[in-house]
């Protein structure tokens, strides 16, 4: 399970429902999802591909 840090929460969280996603005309790859406690947004970037 991917971890990433909740801004709102200011933890290292496993993120809950991880989508694999890429930024910068799809040359780096990235993992969204929720944060599990509070529902926040968490994005972490993976590298490139």
């Given at each position: 399970?991917?971890?990433?840090?909740?801004?709102?929460?200011?933890?290292?969280?496993?993120?809950?429902?991880?989508?694999?996603?890429?930024?910068?005309?799809?040359?780096?790859?990235?993992?969204?999802?929720?944060?599990?406690?509070?529902?926040?947004?968490?994005?972490?970037?993976?590298g490139?591909?």
């Amino acid at each position: 399970m991917p971890q990433g840090r909740c801004m709102k929460c200011k933890k290292q969280v496993e993120i809950k429902n991880p989508q694999d996603t890429s930024i910068k005309d799809g040359t780096i790859k990235a993992v969204k999802g929720v944060c599990p406690k509070c529902g926040t947004k968490v994005f972490r970037i993976v590298g490139k591909k």
